[in-house]
């Protein structure tokens, strides 16, 4: 059953007329068309009996159909009511609506009222869970492209140590990480690249600029690529030259507290055990302050997905789930180490996707 006959089952079941599919990450998941169409109308809509139908941009169709796009397409041009044409295609199709699911998360406030005047005020039924639900398990071949994303990844980091030198910027590095990857094929980043040096590590989302590194700096890079559609995210932390007693600590509490994290993983243990099982470690060192956000996130087609890896999230894990293990102790003005790994939890267990070493290394 593909994702379109999934998703006319639920309706069916729900008892819902129609489904409207805006945010371009579920489009791609449910058709294998991305598009980024700014503020033009891009969406799916889906209905429990009858044909689906794409809306986008009119330039963007020959695109839609190479992607493997099958059914009706409707294309709009920029001087055209794209909400009449989706209006008038619908009341073509089936006539009207009375139930009409949405994307709560992502659809505007603008589109919401426009909805509701175009389709005479139906009710509104939220499809995220669905959508979670759907894209939270990965399937054999979800898993082969998100390896192959890990690896890119993994990639990524083995440059920016081959190459981290004194007197280098932060943007220097990041310029010639990611002319590696394109080298390699890669057009996008799942986000934008970070490399702290130093100090600046001790910021969790801090920005890249032109600190120059220096001998006794932590080099922190996270980083990921968008590679057939999937993302990847990593974390590591470099050491540039000979660490002080309480940088060496900091990084072994980190690394002991993601290892162990990481090997708790397996069906049934829930999301908020894992967070508590690496704050353990980190408070246990006499850190916890330092550590300031979830354990991790889901990851897939988009790079932060469901489920949130946090200490109020009792979701069990199920095999097919993957996510990222990232804790990390920031000690502003001094210190800041994150260690990010992702993580597909098996039949009996987990796999490590990213693989480039986190074992304390000197770079010199």
Known sequence: MNKIEQLQQYLQTAQVDAAFITNPDNVFYVSGFRSNPHERLLGIMIFKDAEPFLICPKMEMPDAKAAGWAYEMVGHEDTQDSMELLREKVQEKVGEIGTLGIEKNHLTVDRYEALQERFNAPTFHSLDDQMNTMRVIKDEAELVILREAAQFADYAIEIAAANLKEGMTELELMTIVESALKERGIKQMSFETTILGGEKAASPHGSTGSRPFALGDFVLLDLGVVHKGYCSDITRTLVFGEPGDKQREVYETVLRAEQTALEAVKPGIKA???????????????????????????????????????????????????????????????????IEDDVAVTADGYEVLTNYPKEMRIIS
């Open 272 to 338: 908020s055990d894992l967070d508590r099982i690496a704050r353990d470690v980190i408070e246990e060192a006499g850190f916890g302050e330092f550590f300031t956000h979830r354990l991790g996130h889901g990851l897939g087609v988009s790079v932060h997905e469901f489920p949130s890896i946090h200490g109020a999230n009792d979701m069990p894990m199920e095999a097919g789930m993957v996510f990222t293990i990232e804790p990390g102790i920031y000690i502003p003005g001094e210190v800041g180490v994150r």
